[in-house]
């Protein structure tokens, strides 16, 4: 059995193109001073100066810089295969604009070792601007909303999301797994890209084991991709269209009919918010950025659908 004074606890970080939260989540996660917690970059080919920046500052810690833009589910992979290799006992996945408490790691292990069965622990997510309000507390797949969705987003922490509980989701801006997960599970799929990859994987590891939520963690989440329509970012409009479409690509005919109709009026209420948004705000090339990279997720997404 492992000593837990001399367990290795990887904690994937992925960059691009943004020292300044890359350099806040990894500064958070030394000032712990917990050495089982080994901080690792992955620099996702950045084109500004923060690979630069990241080597300069961290000449201690492994920098992994691909060859090109491998996206979430990409970088990740790498990060999660040099881990293994370095014979990790446990690896966190960590957005770069999360913020650690010197407290977070333990109860994310005294529950995952809890119970064999157990293979990853998500923690209490709250938002970096408001910490009382909750990013994330546990996430589970939701037919009706077709996608993964982030418990309680939204409500008040001291309100809401306090039970430790059973979840079908690990939602990916950050949780704790045990090695093993990956060894049986195997890594993200690449196809994704960015989003939806987290609830495809999830699929594959509860065929091997539970994935729990507890609220006795918790750490601090800016938002990358957005925190509404009116800010999500291009890419996040292209991609998460596209992928509800790939995710639900091997699901029956009947289930895939729904999907269409459910995307395609999804859809068209967020073009109607962002086109109204347009008029009311001059020259603002964001949201027609938006509602071009939505169009296009729905055409590229419709071709992998019905092949």
């Known amino acids: 059995m492992v000593d837990h004074q001399l367990l290795k606890i990887y904690t994937v970080i992925l960059n691009w193109n943004n020292f300044t939260d890359t350099e806040k989540c990894v500064d958070s996660l030394l000032a712990i001073k917990d050495s089982r917690i080994k901080p690792l970059i992955v620099d996702n080919h950045s084109s500004d100066n923060s690979t630069t920046l990241l080597k300069a500052k961290y000449n201690n810690i492994p920098i992994l810089v691909s060859d090109q833009n491998k996206g979430y589910a990409g970088g990740m992979n790498l990060g999660i295969k040099y881990a293994l290799n370095s014979s990790a006992d446990y690896i966190i996945i960590s957005n770069n604009d999360i913020i650690y408490q010197n407290n977070f790691l333990s109860p994310l292990l005294e529950l995952i070792q809890k119970d064999n069965s157990i293979g990853i622990v998500s923690p209490k997510v709250l938002y970096t601007y408001d910490k009382q309000t909750i990013y994330c507390a546990g996430a589970d797949f939701n037919f009706l909303r077709a ?101 639900f690509k091997k699901f029956r005919f009947s289930v895939k009919i729904y999907i269409l109709l459910y995307s395609l009026l999804v859809s068209l209420v967020k073009l109607i918010t962002l086109g109204v948004n347009s008029l009311s705000q001059k020259n603002d090339g964001k949201n027609r950025a938006r509602m071009s990279s939505l169009i296009k997720g729905n055409l590229e997404g419709i071709k992998v659908f019905f092949n």
């Open 147 to 247: 996608s993964g969705v982030a418990a309680y987003q939204g409500k008040n922490s001291s309100d809401f999301g306090n039970d430790i509980r059973e979840v079908s989701m690990a939602e990916g801006s950050c949780f704790l797994a045990k090695k093993d997960v990956f060894e049986k599970a195997g890594l993200f799929s690449e196809d994704f890209f960015m989003y939806f990859e987290d609830l495809e994987f999830s699929d594959r590891v509860r065929k091997h084991f539970k994935i729990f939520y507890t609220p006795y963690s918790i750490i601090y989440h800016k938002g990358g991709g957005g925190t509404n329509w009116s800010n999500h970012s291009p890419l996040y409009y292209y991609y998460y269209t596209r992928n509800r479409y790939l995710y």
